[in-house]
Protein backbone atom coordinates (compact mmCIF):
# COMPACT_ATOMS: atom_id res chain seq x y z
CA UNK A 1 0.00 0.00 0.00
CA UNK A 2 1.08 3.30 -0.82
CA UNK A 3 1.63 6.14 2.30
CA UNK A 4 -1.14 7.75 0.63
CA UNK A 5 -3.49 5.66 1.07
CA UNK A 6 -2.40 3.93 4.45
CA UNK A 7 -2.90 7.78 5.68
CA UNK A 8 -6.25 7.42 3.99
CA UNK A 9 -7.32 4.58 5.77
CA UNK A 10 -6.53 5.82 8.51
CA UNK A 11 -8.28 8.96 8.62
CA UNK A 12 -11.44 6.62 7.50
CA UNK A 13 -10.68 4.51 10.67
CA UNK A 14 -10.65 7.82 12.84
CA UNK A 15 -13.72 8.65 11.26
CA UNK A 16 -16.17 5.47 12.09
CA UNK A 17 -14.51 4.83 15.43
CA UNK A 18 -15.35 8.58 16.63
CA UNK A 19 -18.09 9.56 14.24
CA UNK A 20 -21.05 7.19 16.25
CA UNK A 21 -19.75 8.26 19.30
CA UNK A 22 -19.75 12.23 18.58
CA UNK A 23 -23.37 11.69 17.11
CA UNK A 24 -24.56 9.42 19.78
CA UNK A 25 -23.55 12.42 22.91
CA UNK A 26 -24.42 14.87 20.54
CA UNK A 27 -28.25 14.18 20.16
CA UNK A 28 -29.11 12.61 23.20
CA UNK A 29 -26.65 14.57 25.82
CA UNK A 30 -25.30 18.16 24.37
CA UNK A 31 -28.71 18.33 22.19
CA UNK A 32 -31.17 17.89 25.73
CA UNK A 33 -28.72 20.14 27.95
CA UNK A 34 -29.62 22.88 25.18
CA UNK A 35 -33.07 23.01 25.38
CA UNK A 36 -32.56 22.66 29.25
CA UNK A 37 -30.86 25.90 28.75
CA UNK A 38 -33.25 26.88 26.39
CA UNK A 39 -35.95 26.50 28.95
CA UNK A 40 -34.55 29.02 31.20
CA UNK A 41 -34.79 32.12 29.16
CA UNK A 42 -38.98 31.11 28.65
CA UNK A 43 -41.79 31.60 30.62
CA UNK A 44 -44.48 30.30 32.40
CA UNK A 45 -48.14 31.17 31.99
CA UNK A 46 -51.26 29.47 33.92
CA UNK A 47 -50.02 26.05 32.09
CA UNK A 48 -48.57 27.23 29.04
CA UNK A 49 -44.46 28.03 28.44
CA UNK A 50 -44.14 31.07 26.78
CA UNK A 51 -41.27 30.90 24.32
CA UNK A 52 -40.30 34.77 24.56
CA UNK A 53 -36.66 34.85 25.74
CA UNK A 54 -36.06 36.70 29.39
CA UNK A 55 -33.54 37.14 31.76
CA UNK A 56 -36.30 36.71 34.55
CA UNK A 57 -35.76 33.37 35.71
CA UNK A 58 -32.25 34.08 36.22
CA UNK A 59 -32.95 37.36 38.03
CA UNK A 60 -35.49 35.71 40.40
CA UNK A 61 -33.04 32.91 41.53
CA UNK A 62 -30.09 35.06 42.12
CA UNK A 63 -32.39 37.31 43.93
CA UNK A 64 -33.37 34.89 45.91
CA UNK A 65 -31.46 33.74 49.23
CA UNK A 66 -33.10 30.33 49.66
CA UNK A 67 -31.83 29.57 46.25
CA UNK A 68 -28.51 31.22 46.73
CA UNK A 69 -28.79 29.67 50.09
CA UNK A 70 -29.38 25.96 48.90
CA UNK A 71 -26.52 26.27 46.47
CA UNK A 72 -23.94 27.62 48.21
CA UNK A 73 -24.86 24.45 50.78
CA UNK A 74 -24.57 21.87 47.66
CA UNK A 75 -21.58 23.55 47.28
CA UNK A 76 -20.13 23.04 50.75
CA UNK A 77 -21.33 20.39 51.40
CA UNK A 78 -19.15 19.13 48.17
CA UNK A 79 -16.53 20.36 49.35
CA UNK A 80 -16.57 18.97 52.69
CA UNK A 81 -17.46 15.27 52.10
CA UNK A 82 -14.66 14.97 49.23
CA UNK A 83 -12.23 16.55 52.40
CA UNK A 84 -13.49 13.86 54.80
CA UNK A 85 -13.05 11.19 52.04
CA UNK A 86 -9.21 12.50 50.98
CA UNK A 87 -8.80 12.18 54.92
CA UNK A 88 -9.83 8.12 55.28
CA UNK A 89 -9.25 7.30 51.79
CA UNK A 90 -5.52 8.18 52.09
CA UNK A 91 -4.44 5.69 54.49
CA UNK A 92 -6.21 3.09 53.09
CA UNK A 93 -4.88 3.39 49.69
CA UNK A 94 -1.28 4.34 50.68
CA UNK A 95 -1.64 0.45 52.62
CA UNK A 96 -2.85 -1.07 49.64
CA UNK A 97 -0.37 0.34 47.14
CA UNK A 98 2.86 0.25 49.44
CA UNK A 99 1.93 -2.93 51.72
CA UNK A 100 -0.48 -5.80 50.15
CA UNK A 101 1.18 -7.86 47.63
CA UNK A 102 -1.17 -11.33 47.29
CA UNK A 103 -4.54 -9.74 47.77
CA UNK A 104 -3.91 -6.11 46.39
CA UNK A 105 -6.28 -6.98 42.66
CA UNK A 106 -9.56 -8.92 45.40
CA UNK A 107 -8.97 -5.98 47.65
CA UNK A 108 -9.35 -3.37 45.65
CA UNK A 109 -12.56 -5.30 43.72
CA UNK A 110 -13.77 -5.78 47.04
CA UNK A 111 -14.18 -1.64 47.78
CA UNK A 112 -15.99 -1.51 43.97
CA UNK A 113 -18.69 -4.26 45.01
CA UNK A 114 -21.21 -1.85 46.88
CA UNK A 115 -20.21 0.91 44.40
CA UNK A 116 -21.91 -0.87 41.20
CA UNK A 117 -24.58 -2.72 43.80
CA UNK A 118 -26.00 1.50 42.88
CA UNK A 119 -27.23 4.39 45.34
CA UNK A 120 -30.56 2.60 46.00
CA UNK A 121 -29.61 -0.51 48.11
CA UNK A 122 -26.92 1.49 49.66
CA UNK A 123 -28.95 3.88 51.32
CA UNK A 124 -31.28 1.62 51.86
CA UNK A 125 -29.09 -0.43 53.88
CA UNK A 126 -28.07 2.29 55.74
CA UNK A 127 -31.81 2.95 56.19
CA UNK A 128 -31.93 0.04 57.81
CA UNK A 129 -28.83 0.46 60.16
CA UNK A 130 -29.49 3.97 61.47
CA UNK A 131 -33.70 4.60 61.97
CA UNK A 132 -35.05 5.27 65.07
CA UNK A 133 -36.38 1.46 65.75
CA UNK A 134 -33.53 0.53 63.28
CA UNK A 135 -30.31 -1.94 64.28
CA UNK A 136 -27.94 0.25 66.04
CA UNK A 137 -30.56 1.99 68.68
CA UNK A 138 -32.23 -1.32 68.90
CA UNK A 139 -28.67 -3.06 69.14
CA UNK A 140 -27.08 0.08 71.91
CA UNK A 141 -30.56 -0.58 73.95
CA UNK A 142 -30.89 -3.77 74.04
CA UNK A 143 -27.06 -3.97 75.60
CA UNK A 144 -28.20 -1.48 77.68
CA UNK A 145 -26.05 1.10 76.41
CA UNK A 146 -28.57 3.42 76.11
CA UNK A 147 -32.39 3.65 77.12
CA UNK A 148 -33.86 6.02 74.58
CA UNK A 149 -33.53 5.57 70.87
CA UNK A 150 -30.71 8.35 69.27
CA UNK A 151 -32.63 10.58 67.17
CA UNK A 152 -30.33 11.98 65.00
CA UNK A 153 -28.64 8.84 63.38
CA UNK A 154 -31.53 9.25 61.10
CA UNK A 155 -32.78 11.78 58.95
CA UNK A 156 -30.61 14.32 60.31
CA UNK A 157 -27.42 16.14 58.76
CA UNK A 158 -25.16 13.63 60.54
CA UNK A 159 -26.54 10.97 58.54
CA UNK A 160 -26.34 12.50 55.35
CA UNK A 161 -22.42 13.03 55.75
CA UNK A 162 -22.27 9.39 56.55
CA UNK A 163 -24.51 8.02 54.15
CA UNK A 164 -22.98 10.23 51.37
CA UNK A 165 -18.78 9.84 52.33
CA UNK A 166 -19.91 5.66 52.36
CA UNK A 167 -21.02 6.62 48.76
CA UNK A 168 -18.57 8.55 47.12
CA UNK A 169 -15.42 6.67 49.05
CA UNK A 170 -14.45 4.58 46.29
CA UNK A 171 -14.27 7.34 44.33
CA UNK A 172 -11.24 8.61 46.39
CA UNK A 173 -9.71 5.40 47.16
CA UNK A 174 -9.13 4.61 43.48
CA UNK A 175 -6.95 7.07 41.79
CA UNK A 176 -5.33 7.63 45.29
CA UNK A 177 -3.98 4.01 45.12
CA UNK A 178 -3.00 4.63 41.32
CA UNK A 179 -1.31 7.53 41.93
CA UNK A 180 0.38 5.96 45.34
CA UNK A 181 0.91 2.94 43.08
CA UNK A 182 2.99 5.30 40.68
CA UNK A 183 5.12 6.92 43.57
CA UNK A 184 8.64 5.57 43.41
CA UNK A 185 9.68 4.32 47.10
CA UNK A 186 13.00 6.13 46.60
CA UNK A 187 12.18 9.22 47.46
CA UNK A 188 10.80 8.22 50.53
CA UNK A 189 14.18 6.43 51.28
CA UNK A 190 16.53 9.32 50.23
CA UNK A 191 14.14 11.95 52.21
CA UNK A 192 14.59 9.74 55.40
CA UNK A 193 17.95 9.15 54.93
CA UNK A 194 18.73 13.29 54.69
CA UNK A 195 16.59 12.91 58.09
CA UNK A 196 13.21 14.58 57.05
CA UNK A 197 10.75 13.91 60.04
CA UNK A 198 7.65 11.71 58.82
CA UNK A 199 4.98 14.62 58.87
CA UNK A 200 7.92 16.64 56.94
CA UNK A 201 8.15 13.83 54.40
CA UNK A 202 4.59 13.14 54.24
CA UNK A 203 3.72 16.99 53.43
CA UNK A 204 7.02 17.78 51.40
CA UNK A 205 7.36 14.60 49.06
CA UNK A 206 4.25 12.17 49.20
CA UNK A 207 1.77 14.98 48.84
CA UNK A 208 3.02 16.43 45.91
CA UNK A 209 4.15 13.40 43.94
CA UNK A 210 0.54 11.89 44.70
CA UNK A 211 -1.64 15.82 44.13
CA UNK A 212 -2.60 14.21 40.63
CA UNK A 213 -4.49 11.37 42.22
CA UNK A 214 -5.96 13.85 45.21
CA UNK A 215 -7.17 16.19 42.85
CA UNK A 216 -8.66 14.04 40.30
CA UNK A 217 -10.58 11.99 43.35
CA UNK A 218 -11.51 15.23 45.10
CA UNK A 219 -13.20 16.65 41.71
CA UNK A 220 -14.98 13.12 41.24
CA UNK A 221 -16.45 13.24 45.46
CA UNK A 222 -16.88 16.47 44.56
CA UNK A 223 -19.23 16.55 41.60
CA UNK A 224 -21.03 13.35 42.87
CA UNK A 225 -22.20 15.16 45.88
CA UNK A 226 -23.05 18.81 44.67
CA UNK A 227 -25.35 16.13 41.96
CA UNK A 228 -26.36 13.64 44.46
CA UNK A 229 -30.62 14.64 45.19
CA UNK A 230 -31.50 10.63 46.18
CA UNK A 231 -29.14 10.55 49.58
CA UNK A 232 -30.74 14.00 51.31
CA UNK A 233 -33.78 12.80 50.70
CA UNK A 234 -34.48 9.49 51.39
CA UNK A 235 -31.73 9.88 54.62
CA UNK A 236 -31.51 13.55 55.31
CA UNK A 237 -35.15 14.04 56.61
CA UNK A 238 -36.23 17.67 56.94
CA UNK A 239 -32.30 18.48 56.13
CA UNK A 240 -32.74 16.91 53.03
CA UNK A 241 -33.73 20.28 51.13
CA UNK A 242 -31.40 20.19 48.24
CA UNK A 243 -30.93 22.32 45.13
CA UNK A 244 -31.47 19.61 43.09
CA UNK A 245 -34.53 18.63 44.76
CA UNK A 246 -35.67 21.77 44.63
CA UNK A 247 -34.61 21.57 41.07
CA UNK A 248 -36.46 18.75 40.85
CA UNK A 249 -39.70 20.22 42.36
CA UNK A 250 -40.39 22.47 40.32
CA UNK A 251 -40.21 20.09 37.08
CA UNK A 252 -42.71 18.02 39.16
CA UNK A 253 -45.43 19.52 41.23
CA UNK A 254 -44.54 23.18 40.82
CA UNK A 255 -44.27 23.13 36.92
CA UNK A 256 -41.96 25.93 36.83
CA UNK A 257 -39.64 24.60 34.30
CA UNK A 258 -38.31 27.80 33.21
CA UNK A 259 -36.96 28.63 36.95
CA UNK A 260 -36.02 25.01 37.38
CA UNK A 261 -33.91 25.06 34.05
CA UNK A 262 -32.39 28.54 35.02
CA UNK A 263 -31.14 27.35 38.74
CA UNK A 264 -30.10 23.65 37.44
CA UNK A 265 -28.01 26.34 35.09
CA UNK A 266 -26.79 28.22 38.12
CA UNK A 267 -25.46 25.09 39.84
CA UNK A 268 -23.30 23.64 36.96
CA UNK A 269 -21.71 27.47 36.00
CA UNK A 270 -20.98 27.65 40.13
CA UNK A 271 -19.90 23.80 39.83
CA UNK A 272 -17.94 24.60 36.53
CA UNK A 273 -16.68 27.76 38.43
CA UNK A 274 -15.24 26.06 41.80
CA UNK A 275 -13.40 23.00 39.82
CA UNK A 276 -11.58 25.52 37.27
CA UNK A 277 -10.69 27.53 40.51
CA UNK A 278 -9.65 24.83 42.42
CA UNK A 279 -8.11 22.92 39.89
CA UNK A 280 -5.73 26.20 38.79
CA UNK A 281 -4.78 26.67 42.41
CA UNK A 282 -3.81 23.40 43.25
CA UNK A 283 -1.70 23.12 40.01
CA UNK A 284 0.04 26.35 41.43
CA UNK A 285 0.19 24.84 45.14
CA UNK A 286 3.51 22.89 45.74
CA UNK A 287 1.12 20.30 46.18
CA UNK A 288 0.32 20.07 42.44
CA UNK A 289 4.28 19.50 41.54
CA UNK A 290 3.31 16.20 40.48
CA UNK A 291 0.78 17.31 37.95
CA UNK A 292 3.12 20.07 36.51
CA UNK A 293 5.72 17.58 36.26
CA UNK A 294 3.80 14.98 34.23
CA UNK A 295 2.48 17.83 31.69
CA UNK B 1 9.83 0.46 52.34
CA UNK B 2 10.98 1.70 55.64
CA UNK B 3 8.04 2.60 57.36
CA UNK B 4 7.19 1.66 60.90
CA UNK B 5 3.26 2.38 61.14
CA UNK B 6 2.37 -0.56 58.97
CA UNK B 7 0.33 -2.70 61.82
CA UNK B 8 -1.70 0.49 62.74
CA UNK B 9 -2.25 0.75 58.99
CA UNK B 10 -3.52 -2.25 58.65
CA UNK B 11 -5.55 -2.40 61.47
CA UNK B 12 -7.23 0.74 60.19
CA UNK B 13 -8.12 -0.71 56.74
CA UNK B 14 -9.54 -3.09 58.34
CA UNK B 15 -11.64 -1.24 59.95
CA UNK B 16 -12.46 0.90 56.99
CA UNK B 17 -13.38 -2.57 55.07
CA UNK B 18 -15.67 -3.06 57.92
CA UNK B 19 -17.67 0.21 57.55
CA UNK B 20 -18.02 -0.33 54.00
CA UNK B 21 -19.69 -4.16 54.31
CA UNK B 22 -21.41 -3.51 58.11
CA UNK B 23 -24.28 -2.04 56.44
CA UNK B 24 -24.62 -4.96 53.76
CA UNK B 25 -23.55 -7.66 56.47
CA UNK B 26 -26.68 -6.70 58.66
CA UNK B 27 -28.79 -6.51 55.74
CA UNK B 28 -28.00 -9.93 54.95
CA UNK B 29 -28.23 -10.53 58.79
CA UNK B 30 -32.22 -9.53 59.14
CA UNK B 31 -32.98 -10.95 55.79
CA UNK B 32 -33.16 -14.32 57.52
CA UNK B 33 -34.45 -13.09 61.20
CA UNK B 34 -37.77 -14.00 61.39
CA UNK B 35 -39.13 -10.90 63.30
CA UNK B 36 -41.17 -8.59 61.51
CA UNK B 37 -39.18 -5.26 63.13
CA UNK B 38 -35.72 -5.11 61.88
CA UNK B 39 -34.50 -4.95 64.99
CA UNK B 40 -32.81 -6.24 67.30
CA UNK B 41 -32.38 -8.73 69.63
CA UNK B 42 -33.30 -12.16 66.99
CA UNK B 43 -35.98 -13.80 66.80
CA UNK B 44 -34.73 -16.58 64.72
CA UNK B 45 -33.61 -17.83 61.79
CA UNK B 46 -36.16 -18.34 58.61
CA UNK B 47 -36.78 -17.95 54.65
CA UNK B 48 -39.50 -16.69 54.52
CA UNK B 49 -39.01 -13.39 53.44
CA UNK B 50 -36.78 -15.05 50.40
CA UNK B 51 -39.80 -17.08 49.79
CA UNK B 52 -42.11 -13.79 49.58
CA UNK B 53 -39.55 -12.15 47.28
CA UNK B 54 -40.00 -15.23 44.77
CA UNK B 55 -43.38 -15.40 44.56
CA UNK B 56 -44.35 -11.62 44.01
CA UNK B 57 -45.14 -11.13 40.76
CA UNK B 58 -44.70 -7.16 40.51
CA UNK B 59 -41.24 -8.14 41.41
CA UNK B 60 -40.82 -10.84 39.02
CA UNK B 61 -42.53 -8.30 35.89
CA UNK B 62 -39.85 -5.75 37.65
CA UNK B 63 -37.30 -7.80 36.62
CA UNK B 64 -38.22 -8.79 33.58
CA UNK B 65 -38.33 -4.65 32.42
CA UNK B 66 -35.03 -4.28 34.08
CA UNK B 67 -33.10 -7.22 31.81
CA UNK B 68 -35.47 -5.64 28.89
CA UNK B 69 -33.55 -2.65 29.72
CA UNK B 70 -29.81 -3.70 30.92
CA UNK B 71 -29.71 -6.08 27.45
CA UNK B 72 -29.64 -3.32 24.94
CA UNK B 73 -27.69 -1.05 27.24
CA UNK B 74 -24.80 -3.64 27.50
CA UNK B 75 -24.51 -4.25 23.88
CA UNK B 76 -24.99 -0.18 23.21
CA UNK B 77 -22.36 0.83 25.75
CA UNK B 78 -20.52 -2.29 25.11
CA UNK B 79 -20.19 -1.38 21.19
CA UNK B 80 -19.41 2.51 21.82
CA UNK B 81 -17.23 2.19 24.51
CA UNK B 82 -15.15 0.06 22.70
CA UNK B 83 -14.92 2.15 19.72
CA UNK B 84 -14.03 5.20 22.00
CA UNK B 85 -11.74 3.18 24.25
CA UNK B 86 -9.45 2.07 20.47
CA UNK B 87 -9.67 5.96 19.83
CA UNK B 88 -8.13 7.06 22.63
CA UNK B 89 -5.50 4.40 23.39
CA UNK B 90 -4.49 4.25 19.74
CA UNK B 91 -4.97 7.11 17.73
CA UNK B 92 -3.28 10.85 18.04
CA UNK B 93 -5.44 13.59 15.90
CA UNK B 94 -6.55 17.62 16.68
CA UNK B 95 -9.42 17.54 18.59
CA UNK B 96 -8.88 14.13 20.99
CA UNK B 97 -9.18 16.82 24.24
CA UNK B 98 -12.93 17.56 23.15
CA UNK B 99 -13.39 13.80 22.40
CA UNK B 100 -12.61 13.09 25.67
CA UNK B 101 -14.63 15.60 27.52
CA UNK B 102 -17.23 15.01 25.28
CA UNK B 103 -17.05 11.77 26.35
CA UNK B 104 -16.80 12.04 30.13
CA UNK B 105 -19.23 14.90 30.24
CA UNK B 106 -22.41 13.02 31.07
CA UNK B 107 -20.20 12.21 34.48
CA UNK B 108 -20.12 15.53 35.29
CA UNK B 109 -23.52 16.69 35.01
CA UNK B 110 -25.44 16.11 38.48
CA UNK B 111 -27.59 12.89 36.90
CA UNK B 112 -30.96 14.91 38.32
CA UNK B 113 -30.07 17.40 35.72
CA UNK B 114 -29.12 15.10 33.32
CA UNK B 115 -32.50 13.08 33.81
CA UNK B 116 -34.68 16.20 33.53
CA UNK B 117 -32.95 17.23 30.51
CA UNK B 118 -34.23 14.47 29.01
CA UNK B 119 -37.46 14.67 30.08
CA UNK B 120 -37.41 18.44 28.56
CA UNK B 121 -35.78 17.01 25.16
CA UNK B 122 -38.34 14.45 24.57
CA UNK B 123 -41.60 16.46 25.27
CA UNK B 124 -39.81 19.33 22.77
CA UNK B 125 -39.32 16.92 20.46
CA UNK B 126 -42.55 14.94 21.08
CA UNK B 127 -40.88 11.14 21.27
CA UNK B 128 -43.28 9.09 24.36
CA UNK B 129 -41.84 7.85 27.25
CA UNK B 130 -40.87 3.78 26.78
CA UNK B 131 -38.40 1.38 27.00
CA UNK B 132 -36.24 2.97 24.75
CA UNK B 133 -35.48 6.33 25.96
CA UNK B 134 -34.13 4.45 29.48
CA UNK B 135 -32.08 2.46 27.00
CA UNK B 136 -30.57 5.83 25.86
CA UNK B 137 -30.55 7.88 28.94
CA UNK B 138 -28.60 5.02 30.76
CA UNK B 139 -26.51 4.33 27.96
CA UNK B 140 -25.05 7.77 28.26
CA UNK B 141 -24.69 7.43 31.80
CA UNK B 142 -22.77 4.01 32.09
CA UNK B 143 -20.51 4.81 28.93
CA UNK B 144 -18.01 6.38 30.67
CA UNK B 145 -17.56 3.73 32.79
CA UNK B 146 -17.14 1.13 30.20
CA UNK B 147 -15.25 2.92 28.30
CA UNK B 148 -12.47 3.75 31.07
CA UNK B 149 -12.49 -0.06 31.95
CA UNK B 150 -11.90 -1.22 28.73
CA UNK B 151 -9.49 1.68 27.64
CA UNK B 152 -7.47 -0.15 30.90
CA UNK B 153 -7.11 -2.81 29.16
CA UNK B 154 -5.88 -2.12 25.88
CA UNK B 155 -3.35 0.92 27.74
CA UNK B 156 -1.45 -2.36 29.18
CA UNK B 157 -1.68 -3.94 25.55
CA UNK B 158 1.77 -3.82 23.58
CA UNK B 159 1.41 -1.15 20.53
CA UNK B 160 4.85 -3.34 19.19
CA UNK B 161 2.38 -6.39 18.75
CA UNK B 162 -0.07 -4.00 16.25
CA UNK B 163 3.18 -2.68 13.99
CA UNK B 164 4.71 -6.00 14.17
CA UNK B 165 1.81 -7.59 12.37
CA UNK B 166 1.29 -4.21 9.96
CA UNK B 167 5.16 -4.93 9.30
CA UNK B 168 4.54 -8.43 8.18
CA UNK B 169 1.90 -7.26 5.83
CA UNK B 170 -1.18 -6.93 7.39
CA UNK B 171 -4.20 -4.72 6.65
CA UNK B 172 -5.47 -2.71 9.68
CA UNK B 173 -8.92 -4.52 9.64
CA UNK B 174 -6.39 -8.06 9.37
CA UNK B 175 -4.43 -6.55 12.35
CA UNK B 176 -7.53 -5.40 14.15
CA UNK B 177 -9.21 -9.08 13.55
CA UNK B 178 -5.86 -11.10 14.01
CA UNK B 179 -4.67 -9.21 17.19
CA UNK B 180 -6.23 -6.31 18.56
CA UNK B 181 -9.27 -8.03 19.08
CA UNK B 182 -8.28 -10.75 20.67
CA UNK B 183 -5.96 -9.07 23.06
CA UNK B 184 -8.41 -6.60 24.36
CA UNK B 185 -11.28 -9.00 24.81
CA UNK B 186 -11.03 -9.42 28.25
CA UNK B 187 -11.41 -5.91 28.43
CA UNK B 188 -14.39 -5.95 26.31
CA UNK B 189 -16.13 -8.70 28.53
CA UNK B 190 -15.29 -6.89 31.51
CA UNK B 191 -16.45 -3.86 30.58
CA UNK B 192 -19.69 -5.64 29.66
CA UNK B 193 -20.64 -7.35 32.95
CA UNK B 194 -20.29 -3.97 34.42
CA UNK B 195 -22.68 -2.45 32.33
CA UNK B 196 -25.04 -4.84 32.76
CA UNK B 197 -24.66 -4.38 36.83
CA UNK B 198 -24.93 -0.32 36.73
CA UNK B 199 -27.93 -1.00 34.11
CA UNK B 200 -29.56 -2.80 36.83
CA UNK B 201 -28.67 -0.58 39.71
CA UNK B 202 -29.36 2.98 38.06
CA UNK B 203 -32.35 4.54 39.46
CA UNK B 204 -32.56 7.94 38.60
CA UNK B 205 -32.57 7.84 34.99
CA UNK B 206 -34.81 5.59 35.03
CA UNK B 207 -37.63 6.68 36.96
CA UNK B 208 -37.44 10.22 34.92
CA UNK B 209 -37.31 8.69 31.62
CA UNK B 210 -38.99 4.79 32.03
CA UNK B 211 -42.86 6.41 31.80
CA UNK B 212 -45.31 2.96 32.27
CA UNK B 213 -42.85 0.13 32.13
CA UNK B 214 -41.22 0.21 35.89
CA UNK B 215 -37.65 -1.48 36.27
CA UNK B 216 -36.86 -2.86 39.72
CA UNK B 217 -34.86 -0.18 40.70
CA UNK B 218 -38.42 1.98 40.41
CA UNK B 219 -40.42 -0.47 42.44
CA UNK B 220 -37.96 -0.73 45.28
CA UNK B 221 -37.86 2.72 45.82
CA UNK B 222 -41.23 3.23 45.94
CA UNK B 223 -41.68 0.56 48.46
CA UNK B 224 -38.84 1.51 50.60
CA UNK B 225 -39.85 5.08 50.54
CA UNK B 226 -42.85 4.32 52.82
CA UNK B 227 -42.01 1.24 54.84
CA UNK B 228 -39.08 -0.77 55.16
CA UNK B 229 -39.60 -4.50 55.55
CA UNK B 230 -38.16 -7.77 56.29
CA UNK B 231 -38.94 -8.66 52.28
CA UNK B 232 -37.04 -5.86 51.13
CA UNK B 233 -34.25 -6.55 52.63
CA UNK B 234 -33.87 -10.13 51.02
CA UNK B 235 -34.56 -8.73 47.73
CA UNK B 236 -31.92 -6.20 48.16
CA UNK B 237 -29.62 -9.08 49.70
CA UNK B 238 -30.44 -10.91 46.37
CA UNK B 239 -29.46 -8.04 44.14
CA UNK B 240 -26.36 -7.71 46.00
CA UNK B 241 -25.80 -11.26 45.52
CA UNK B 242 -26.31 -11.30 41.55
CA UNK B 243 -24.13 -8.35 41.78
CA UNK B 244 -21.31 -9.77 43.26
CA UNK B 245 -21.27 -12.56 41.30
CA UNK B 246 -20.97 -10.60 38.13
CA UNK B 247 -18.55 -8.26 39.10
CA UNK B 248 -16.28 -10.94 40.59
CA UNK B 249 -16.85 -12.47 36.95
CA UNK B 250 -16.20 -9.06 35.08
CA UNK B 251 -12.96 -8.31 37.29
CA UNK B 252 -11.59 -12.03 36.41
CA UNK B 253 -11.43 -11.06 33.19
CA UNK B 254 -10.15 -7.78 33.70
CA UNK B 255 -7.05 -8.85 35.51
CA UNK B 256 -6.51 -12.17 33.45
CA UNK B 257 -6.31 -9.42 30.29
CA UNK B 258 -3.85 -6.97 32.25
CA UNK B 259 -1.64 -9.72 33.41
CA UNK B 260 -1.06 -11.66 30.42
Known amino acids: MSLKRIDRVRQLTLLALTGPNVLFLAVFCVAPLAVLFSYSFFQVSFVDIVREPTLA ?9 TYRGLVVKALLYGIGIAAVCSVIAYPLAFFIAKRV ?44 VIKEPIWVLL ?12 NYLPFMV ?15 EAAMDLGCRRTATFFKVVLP ?34 VTSAIHDMFGAAFDWPTGSALAWVLLTAMAAFITAAVYLFYKSPWGRGIRRAN | MRFSGWAALRGYSIAVYGFVYLPIMLMGLFSVNSSDMIAFPLTGFTLDWYNQILHDGRIFKGLLTTMAVAFPVTIITTVLGSM ?131 PLSVLVASDFRFHLSPSLNALAMLIVLFNILVIVISEWFRRRAVQA
Request: aromatic share 12%; proline share 4%.
Open chain 2, 84 to 214: AALVLTRHKFKGKTAFLALLVLPFFVPKLIFAIAQVTFLSDVGITKGLYTVWISQSMIILPFVTVIIASVLFRVDKRLEEAAGDLGATPWQTFRRVTLPLMKNGILAGSFISFVLSNAEYTVSYFTSGRAQ
Open chain 1, 174 to 188: LPLWAAIEAMDDSFL
Open chain 1, 209 to 242: LTGAGLIAGFMMVFVLVVGDYLTPQLIGGSSGVT
Open chain 1, 57 to 65: NYARVLESA
Open chain 1, 101 to 144: RVYKAPLLTLLLIPLYTGDLIRIFAWRVVLGAEGVLNSLLMWLG
Open chain 1, 155 to 166: FSPFSTVVVLTY
